[in-house]
């Protein structure tokens, strides 16, 4: 079983920055992409990056340029780093984990939710 243990949200003005961190732990085998949701009232939730085993990355349009996911493998740990923090950067923010894991043989595959974080960004 795999465990997300997320940190990092608070309260911040618009134009603050904030840096999330999700750290990984378990019966894990290998960690293969790793990422970060969101969830505002009322609306879906929603990707806001994602970063592979190689540290390729992927943002949403909306975050591009003002938000950096980043990766510790030997930590098993995500970051994202959050500057320029808009009114509407207001949400739950979720971890994803996806890779394989023990006891089984073979490794099993995996997908692992943190428990979310909220950040709220003030005018």
């Known amino acids: 079983q795999v465990q997300l243990v997320e940190s990092g949200g608070g309260l911040v003005q618009a134009g603050g920055s904030l840096r999330l961190s999700c750290a990984a732990s378990g019966s894990i085998f290998v960690i293969n992409a790793m990422g970060w949701y969101r969830q505002a009232p009322g609306k879906q939730r929603e990707l806001v990056a994602r970063i592979g085993s190689i540290g390729n990355t992927a943002y949403a349009d909306s975050v591009k340029g003002r938000f950096t996911i980043s990766r510790d493998n030997a930590k098993k740990t995500v970051y994202l780093q959050m500057n320029s923090l808009k009114l509407e950067d207001t949400a739950v923010y979720y971890c994803?984990?996806?890779?394989?894991?023990?006891?089984?043989?073979?490794?099993?595959?995996?997908?692992?939710w943190g428990q979310g974080t909220q950040v709220t960004v003030s005018s």
């Open positions: 994803n984990v996806g890779g394989l894991g023990l006891p089984a043989l073979p490794p099993k595959a995996f997908d692992s």
